[in-house]
């Protein structure tokens, strides 16, 4: 557990820095590639839709504005910094029996927390004995609270199909054939935070091609997506209460979690959930998330009751409405894209009412942690999908109760931890998972999963290798070992298989994947990587004459070599070659690789910073496509897809007008050596180039 929460912190202190939100001076372990990069680099490559990944890591951004005291933090707060409870039963206990903290030096003192962990943390925490208006009365709220605003411009730059000139006969004849709005894509965001006990906000959103002030008069309400947040952080007997949108996450997932994770990663070991019972949504991800009321009380010692409700609509593809009030009365799936850019996806927005209300409750008996959950969904119509061979274990129907028990055991070097779960169809769920160190430079994480084929939810979202959390046996081993000062090592390895039927699987399937990585660090200046990941899958094959009554084995593998290097305290140069091969039988074998050089310069005593990449790519086909983590503006992510043949630029800078104005400008194109049109669809480019500007300003108050 030390060593997975030492990597995971380090990932956000590190990606912060290279995002400038720690406004410090960059440190010169900061050339290392962030863990967390890679997982959110691993998890875009994984996703088929344009997610908003800022709910990740936002709640630990929000301590990097404003550290929370580690001699008054409450224990969410601390459990918010990874922390488990042993952990957090020594620092109390330290705390109780010499007085409070006053460095990180004495921090070290404390029983399981060693010099690593310590400054993991301390981009994370202050030693402030009693921080100035810390004590909730309006005067302070309004001298000592925190404002944010952040406004975001983004579009690509070349005329796409779905914004070029038509005539109205043509519209007419073919209303889908074009977007409603313009090009741009608009984020406007504000936030209020008192150290962070305290924050209220408002996000809004228009992706590109939908309507901004403009349109028919249904349309002509500004920004497609608002969502509001009101959130109070506690430590007595009120700990959490959220009004607005917010999200619920309990044990490891398998019963409620409403919001994004990570899954498998090279980070190899850090596969136990530990995340806030309640918290603010502040992103963007249009449908995942939940609007009404939620609260956490502590009617007990050591036990926490949280009772949530959540009644808001949400997109469907409708297949069958009342004739007189033209309601939906049946819909064929539910929809997760929030892009609402023609008639046909418009027709989708907002067309059913889905309300969630239900409870948990978690007690701690020394280091043994117990919990509870249990809640029901309804749906404003019959979710009544097309009958395939594959689905016909989803749920079908407008009403669905779920419930779950999940366990917690910290026992020194030893965490074990899992979650049982069911719906009300009779269909069950199960994980179990342990995290040991049995060397103070030797990690191991073992999980073992058996989602059955029949079990339903809305909201699971557990560790797993397929996309819902059902049909699904599989077993995960990972490690992590300290091999010497300069070296280190992570490997993991995964086997599964489905039991029944999948979409593009016309039987039960099985698949492994092994990823090994090797890390050399000579000093503190250079640092370089060493992957390996092999990947096998069962699917259909497609595109070949005849008929198979199996899938066939789907190989694909990766090397990747890594080097972060620093020859200047203000410049970091990164540049990495990965190579990747596919193999299927009855195919071709067919491969590719991509190339790219980083170019960062950071000056601390300078306003402004540079950061630029220059990147070459070559694969035989858009299914060998390699994924790569771009630096981008504060609260946005880039992971694009390189394939076919070409090279990609990109090039930001961020200057700073004083400490309360920040300024970004971000600027990408991709030009193809080997295809004369860019995308398709209504995102069709004519050419070989696609090129996108970003801008975004911050104002702090």
């Not at 956490?296 to 009644?311: A, M």
């Not at 929030?338 to 969630?356: C, D, F, S, W």
């Not at 989602?451 to 809305?458: E, L, M």
Request: charged share 20%; proline share 4%; no cysteine.
């Amino acid at each position: 557990m030390k060593l997975s929460l030492k990597i995971f912190l380090l990932s956000l202190a590190l990606l912060a820095g290279v995002s400038g939100l720690a406004q410090q001076p960059e440190t010169p372990g900061s050339l290392k590639t962030s863990p967390l990069e890679e997982k959110i680099e691993q998890l875009g490559g994984q996703a088929d839709a344009d997610i908003d990944f800022s709910e990740l890591v936002d709640e630990l951004m929000q301590y990097i504005v404003r550290p929370v005291s580690i001699n008054k933090a409450s224990e969410s707060q601390l459990r918010q910094l990874q922390l488990n409870d042993l952990q957090i039963n020594n620092l109390t206990t330290y705390i109780q029996k010499y007085g409070e903290l006053t460095s990180i030096y004495e921090l070290t003192q404390v029983e399981g927390f060693d010099s690593l962990l310590v400054t993991a943390l301390s981009p994370f925490i202050s030693f402030e004995l009693q921080p100035p208006g810390a004590k909730i009365t309006p005067a302070n709220l309004a001298r000592y609270g925190r404002h944010q605003i952040l406004s975001r411009y983004q579009q690509v730059l070349e005329q796409q199909t779905g914004y070029s000139p038509i005539s109205d006969s043509a519209l007419a004849a073919k209303p889908n054939s074009r977007y409603l709005g313009g090009p741009e894509k608009l984020y406007l965001r504000y936030g209020y935070n008192f150290y962070n006990k305290i924050r209220f906000g408002v996000t809004m959103e228009k992706d590109a091609g939908e309507v901004f002030l403009g349109g028919p008069d249904s349309l002509k309400k500004g920004f497609d997506f608002y969502t509001a947040h009101f959130y109070y952080n506690g430590d007595k007997f009120l700990k959490h209460l959220a009004i607005g949108d917010y999200h619920l996450a309990f044990g490891q997932g398998l019963t409620m979690y409403s919001t994004l994770a990570f899954g498998k990663s090279p980070g190899a070991i850090t596969t136990r959930r530990i995340a806030p019972q309640v918290k603010p949504n502040t992103g963007v991800n249009e449908n995942l998330f939940m609007r009404g009321a939620a609260v956490t009380v502590s009617p007990l010692r050591n036990t926490d009751l949280t009772v949530f409700y959540s009644d808001k609509k949400v997109d469907a593809s409708v297949s069958g409405t009342d004739s007189l009030s033209a309601e939906a009365l049946f819909i064929s799936s539910l929809q997760e894209s929030g892009y609402h850019r023609t008639p046909g996806e418009l027709a989708g927005k907002n067309a059913i009412q889905q309300t969630v209300y239900g409870g948990n409750l978690q007690t701690r008996i020394k280091m043994f942690r117990l919990g509870a959950t249990a809640y029901q969904t309804k749906l404003g119509a019959d979710l009544e999908k097309k009958d395939y061979l594959y689905n016909q274990f989803d749920f079908k129907g407008k009403e669905l109760a779920n419930f779950g028990f999940d366990f917690a055991a910290i026992l020194r070097s030893l965490t074990v931890f899992g979650e049982v779960a069911g719906s009300d169809n009779g269909g069950r769920a199960m994980l179990i998972g342990a995290t040991a160190t049995p060397d103070p430079h030797v990690a191991i994480s073992v999980v073992y999963r058996n989602y059955g084929k029949d079990y339903q939810s809305f909201f699971s979202n557990a560790f797993a290798e397929g996309s819902r959390n059902a049909n699904e046996k599989g077993l995960y081993i990972g490690l992590f070992a300290q091999l010497h000062r300069n070296w280190s090592f992570s490997a993991y390895a995964d086997y599964f298989r489905f039991p029944w039927l999948r979409y593009r699987v016309d039987a039960p399937s099985r698949g492994t994947e092994y990823l090994s990585q090797l890390t050399w660090t000579p000093n503190r200046r250079t640092e370089m990587q060493f992957r390996y990941r092999y990947q096998l899958k069962q699917i259909n094959p497609s595109g070949v004459a005849g008929y198979t009554d199996y899938p066939e084995n789907e190989k694909r593998q990766n090397a990747r070599v890594h080097l972060s290097f620093k020859p200047t305290s203000s410049l970091t140069l990164k540049s990495r070659a990965e190579a990747t091969w596919w193999s299927m039988p009855g195919f071709e074998k067919r491969g590719g690789y991509l190339v790219y050089q980083d170019v960062i310069y950071n000056m601390p005593e300078k306003p402004w910073s540079l950061n630029a990449r220059y990147a070459l790519f070559d694969t035989d086909t858009y299914n060998e496509r390699l994924f790569a983590y771009e630096s981008d503006v504060l609260y946005a992510f880039s992971i694009p897809s390189y394939y076919y043949k070409g090279n990609r630029f990109y090039l930001m800078g961020k200057y700073s007008f004083g400490r309360r104005l920040d300024l970004w400008v971000r600027y990408a194109i991709t030009t193809y050596a080997n295809k004369t049109v860019v995308g398709s669809g209504l995102d069709e480019i004519q050419g070989n180039k696609k090129s996108e500007i970003k801008v975004q300003i911050r104002l702090r108050l």
